[in-house]
DNA sequence: CAGTTCCG
DNA sequence: CCGC
């Protein structure tokens, strides 16, 4: 004789907000009913600029692959942190157009959070295999700070640290899953976060990887 | 000399 | 370490 114990604690099935910080947001599954549509155009964005490995200025490799769409395409190396017109990977061609899907998911998730208009011109899109991460850092390379970020999390699961204004504030912590959607803006734009080491692990649809896409206005 | 999406 |  087996007894059945319902799953009390997997996540809702329906999408659901939660405010963070002062004035953001976490839109978890946002994008689940995209989702199909969503992963062709990131297909075609990667196999036009393949991911590659960044380097710190300080001359150490990044943990994470990088990529980009849209006008500016984010880039890090020894003379630092900018956004480039063209991929010095494929000799300063453009950035892939950004999928006109995935600019309307993240205006439609920006509204939401109370920042109408929000017009990406870049897309940073970031791959973690198991082990990789990102340290606590502020997005802070754009041009006009009035306009939010917006970051979907694909594939496994992974600990977002969402800080204060200074590095040494202590980071709340919230689960990324597949499909959610932060959007962070206003008085939290500026706020130090990260993502922990990614777990080992196996995404029915993604694979052993975590892909995050970060939509800003950069120029 | 400062900053650091980096490390210990 | 590098660019200011």
Known sequence: MQTIIPDLFDPPAIPWNEPIGDASLLLHGFVLAQEEALLAALRGVIAEAPFRKMQTPGGRPMS??????????????????????????????????????????????????????FCPDSCLINRYVPGAKMSLHQDKDEADFSQPIVSVSLGLPAVFQFGGLARSDTPQRYLLTHGDVVVWGGPDRLRFHGVLPVRPGEHPRMGAQRINLTFRVAG
Not at 66 to 74: A, D, E, K, P
Not at 83 to 90: A, E, F, K, S
């Open 64 to 117: 994470v692959a990088t990529t980009s769409c849209g006008r500016l395409g984010w880039m890090t190396d020894r003379r630092g942190y900018r956004y480039v017109t063209g991929d010095p990977l494929r000799g300063q061609a453009p950035w892939p157009v950004m999928p006109p899907l995935l600019a309307d998911l993240a205006g439609q998730a920006a509204a939401l959070a109370g920042f109408p208009a």
